[in-house]
Nanobody
Framework: QVRLVESGGGLVQAGASLRLSCTSS????????VGWFRQFPGKEREFVAA????????WYDDAVKGRFTISRDNTEKTAYLQTNTPQPGDTAVYFC??????????????????WGQGTQVTVSA
């Protein structure tokens, strides 16, 4: 049963706006921490950003801090990852994930129990 679906990926030019969406079918989406991860070819999945249940708390990897913004709309059961300054080095498969554990915002993929299928983002110079 698919519970998270990413969209918004594709080919984008460096410096253009990019917004990824993560739409959930989880019954109590507002009870989940949501994380975004990315995976480069031949590499392990790595943390990009996370947002807590009410959307007030956000965390970023240093590689994207100041360039990416994570947000969520619990009414729409959707989380977002946006950047107005994508770079070729951001080219990767992006995944969203959800964690039901209260008061935990993890950076390790293993703490997230639900995952989307991923969306490819390719940034051209």
């Amino acid at each position: 049963q698919v519970r998270l679906v990413e969209s918004g990926g594709g080919l984008v030019q460096a410096g253009a706006s990019l917004r990824l969406s993560c739409t959930s079918s989880l019954r109590s989406f507002s009870s989940y921490t949501v994380g975004w991860f990315r995976q480069f070819p031949g590499k392990e999945r790595e943390f990009v950003a996370a947002i807590n249940r009410n959307g007030i708390g956000t965390w970023y990897d240093d590689a994207v801090k100041g360039r990416f913004t994570i947000s969520r709309d619990n009414t729409e059961k959707t989380a977002y990852l946006q950047t107005n300054t994508p770079q070729p080095g951001d080219t990767a498969v992006y995944f969203c994930a959800a964690d039901s554990t209260q008061d935990r915002v993890g950076r390790a993929p293993g703490v997230y129990g639900y995952w989307g299928q991923g969306t490819q983002v390719t940034v051209s110079a």
